[in-house]
């Protein structure tokens, strides 16, 4: 008998949080006939924070930090963890979190916006840590691989989504920078001896600050640096809102300012105060001295002018309204509730937003609630050309057909914080006008910029060990799918060019026999394999860590509607395995349907995808086959799943994520009932397969009528415990003969 082994489960937030209440129980309830344990490890963003201050809390208060113990077991090979999507908070989140949780006890300081003393600037750094992307940065231990299994990529070919039409008139299309951005900025240069380098900013007056002291490099790594000029930014974003107004088209802004947490935040608030340029001009002072954070969005200085003087709030909001009047039409994120795209810095999350876009005929909502055209304004050129090429494309042949196309798996270098996932502590705004040095041990500049005030510097580095794997695992999956594998890498650019030298180095020492592995610039890669997708073909894209995310979002929404069916895989350097439940978010609007009408939207269709590889990865690591068994049934579970269109539908009073787990529940208990390789698990899961059947119509019911009613969870970022269990499992009949499992 094997001996007991570990799969840890994470807590996380909205949505995917809610859905583990329900659906937890039942992964517990099967494995443990295995010896299998599930450990919970809650890392959603609540708990991040509270583990941040010990000292600020009770000791019945204090949370261990979950996160940072996780990350060391990422480097263990005996790693085995199932990581749901997370909340990568923007401020506005950060600071609506940290005020639930002081209205539920928790003493914890304030995010100071602005930090003065050392005392808050010590609490802001430490704040710091759990803002934006903090989470999967730290997990992922290893390179990305995902794709759409093929039960779902069938599933969708049978039944397909809805896909808008696309007019070869559409006005629709990107904007982007033609230079002063980070792409025509880059420099790039690999490390030929390990050592530390240094940062350091000289003014024009000859003062020297060094903006960060140290930052180890190993030999054979790439670092590269770039910058954002602000007058070149600020020249793009008015020409764009005077050609949108124009042309009549929706101006929307697509940014990853979750993952890009230090700059991102800072391109979007200059679109905000140049969209709303007389306001902060005119009012300069006055949004000041209330703390108007433009960075944190137009919703900030909405809720700020609240604050003020009647007759002074009244003028602010007339010289509002002027420049709504007078500028281009926003997209909007509601436009019931009136959320425009420059509200949050994270309602619109370029991985998600672009494709979604592309499937709905290119439009987007306006504030009449209606579908327009849109100029979508992507700053920075380094990668917005794939989402013009996608449009173009669209626009010449219509949109996709999800029965008839093909598939674009990812293999993703992400490892060790590779690229712009490593950037954060690199990243300045710049305080005068000079030039920022990259210098070695031996006082030589690697790498120079001359800067402006404003100007947005950073520097990447990606380390040659993840490039080594990440070229491995492509080839691994081109041959293992026989599939032609493409790297989007665009010579004329400082990093990619050093990544194709190390491509044309390792390459040829692998076994590539009978493969098609080519590269191509991210355009002419979107080109070729958009074709190929077209004509029903397969090609996998090996790409760089923002690509990465780009794609397996803007693919799997293209051919399966969301990409929350993806299979997501991070096999980790050292030998475990990460197991990501789909390639999507954590859908944010899915709680709020929740909130108002008991309904919960919510696929766990990647949950049930990434359990089966865990256990198989279990299974292997440590001689249990009964984890086997129990990886292939749940897979034949999820075929039935899929065959039966028992995914929860978005309309209250039908089945929800809830009755979708009794149906999993159902079809694996009754998978297991009918192997004949363990017969122990046979006669244990006879007796539940039949129980369940037995009693669909009474659970059903239970489940359906626990619907169309608000529901309070005593909390968003830390819903109550025991009012979220009821909410969730509210059938006394399933939960019974899940807890009968022994
Ligand atoms: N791996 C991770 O940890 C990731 C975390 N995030 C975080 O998630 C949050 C939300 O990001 P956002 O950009 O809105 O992207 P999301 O993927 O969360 O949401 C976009 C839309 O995708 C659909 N969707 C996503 N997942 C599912 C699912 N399991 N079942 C059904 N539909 C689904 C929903 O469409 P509809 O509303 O039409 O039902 C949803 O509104 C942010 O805080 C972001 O930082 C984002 C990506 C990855
Ligand atoms: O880390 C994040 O903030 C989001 C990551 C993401 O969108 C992805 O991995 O697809
Ligand atoms: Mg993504």
Redesign the pocket.
Known sequence: MSKTAKIIYTK?????AL?TYSFLPIVEAFTKTSDIEIEVKDISLAHRILALFPEYLNPEQQVSDALTELGELAKKPEANII????????VP?LKAAIKELQNLGYNIPNYPEEANTDKEKEIQQKYNKVK??A??PVLREGNSDRRAPKAVKNYAKKNPHSMGAWSPNSKTHVASMNGGDFYSNEKSVTISKAGDVKIVFKDNNGNTTVLKQKTSLLEGEIIDATVMNKKALINFLEAQIKDAKEKNILFSLHMKA??MKVSDPIIFGHAVKVFFKEVFNKHHEVLEKIGVEENNGFGDLISKIKTLPEDLKTEIETDIKTCFKNGPSLAMVNSDKGITNLHVP????I???MP?MIRTSGQMWNAEGKLQDTKAVIPDSSYASIYQATINFCKEHGAFDPTTMGTVPNVGLMAQKAEEYGSHDKTFEITANGVVQVIDESNHILIEHNVETGDIWRMCQVKDAPIQDWIKLAVKRAKSSQTPAIFWLDENRAHDAEIIKKINLYLPKLDTKGLDIQIMSPKNATLYTLKRLKDGLDTISVTGNVLR?FLT?LFP?LELG????MLSIVPLMNGGGLF???????????VQQFNEEGHL??????EFLALAVSLEHLGETNNNSKALILAETLDDATDMFLDNKKS?S?KVGELDNRGSHYYLALYWAEALSKQNKDIELKDKFTKIALALKENEQTILNELNGAQGKPVDLGGYYEPNEDLTKNAMRPSTTFNQIIKSID
């Open positions: 996380t937030d909205e949505a995917p859905a990581k749901l999507p997370n909340i990568s908070a923007s989140q934006g992307s989470v999967n979750t993952m994270s309602d619109v999350i991985d998600a937003s979604a995310d979002d929404i969301t990409s929350a069916k990501e439940t789909g390639a999507g978010g954590s859908a944010p609007k899915h939207r919510w696929d766990s269709l990647g929860p978005r």
